[in-house]
């Protein structure tokens, strides 16, 4: 972060770090929360819902940028910042990324994630490995027929890109 950014905002952070103790103690799952802001304003909250929503995709981080698109009607959080209760796990970290928005703050580190047993360590392992040595077996196969879709959508005038 370059020293003319804007600091970060402690209440947004307390905001995230709320959130994750007050859905963590009501039963929704893991103790992790976020908010995403815009122009010094909270458009969306979200808390990580895992265990009771059966969605092992529904951590804070994913289910504040779903919100958070639906409010400002787009697929990409320009201008947004993200506050976080804790480091992004890599599937939250790829959704950032993906969402593109101008920053993200986190509290816990992912170290203190892992010392109450949610530990990702793995799968940082698990993506510096090549196919074949991976625990999780993939295969690629029917290519050819898949490329078709690709083909259409390299073609269509009216895509939209991202």
Same mark, same amino acid.
């Given at each position: 972060?370059s020293?003319?950014s804007?600091?970060?905002?402690p209440?947004?952070?307390?905001?995230?770090?709320?959130l994750?103790?007050?859905?963590?103690q009501?039963?929704?799952g893991?103790?992790?929360?976020? !908010?995403?802001?815009k122009?010094?304003?909270?458009i969306?909250?979200?808390f990580?819902? !895992?265990?009771?929503?059966?969605?092992? =995709?529904?951590h804070?981080?994913v289910?504040?940028i779903?919100?958070?698109?639906q409010v400002?009607g787009?697929?990409?959080l320009?201008?947004?910042?993200?506050?976080?209760s804790?480091e992004?796990?890599?599937?939250?970290?790829g959704?950032?990324?993906?969402?593109?928005?101008?920053? !993200?703050?986190?509290?816990?580190t992912?170290?203190?994630?892992?010392?109450?047993?949610?530990?990702?360590?793995?799968?940082?392992?698990?993506?510096?490995?090549?196919?074949?040595e991976r625990?999780?077996?993939?295969?690629?196969?029917?290519?050819?027929?898949?490329? !078709?879709?690709?083909?259409a959508?390299?073609?269509?005038?009216?895509? =939209?890109?991202?």
């Amino acid at each position: 972060m370059s020293l003319d950014s804007p600091q970060p905002n402690p209440a947004f952070m307390r905001e995230a770090i709320q959130l994750s103790l007050e859905k963590m103690q009501a039963g929704f799952g893991g103790p992790f929360g976020a !908010v995403i802001v815009k122009d010094g304003q909270i458009i969306a909250r979200g808390f990580n819902q !895992v265990t009771s929503t059966l969605d092992p =995709t529904c951590h804070a981080e994913v289910d504040a940028i779903r919100k958070a698109c639906q409010v400002l009607g787009t697929f990409q959080l320009d201008g947004c910042d993200l506050y976080t209760s804790c480091e992004p796990c890599p599937m939250c970290l790829g959704a950032i990324y993906w969402a593109r928005p101008a920053r !993200v703050f986190y509290a816990n580190t992912k170290a203190d994630a892992a010392a109450i047993g949610f530990d990702d360590q793995f799968i940082y392992d698990e993506i510096d490995k090549p196919l074949p040595e991976r625990r999780l077996p993939m295969q690629q196969f029917l290519r050819d027929e898949a490329l !078709v879709s690709f083909e259409a959508w390299r073609a269509k005038e009216s895509r =939209t890109d991202y």
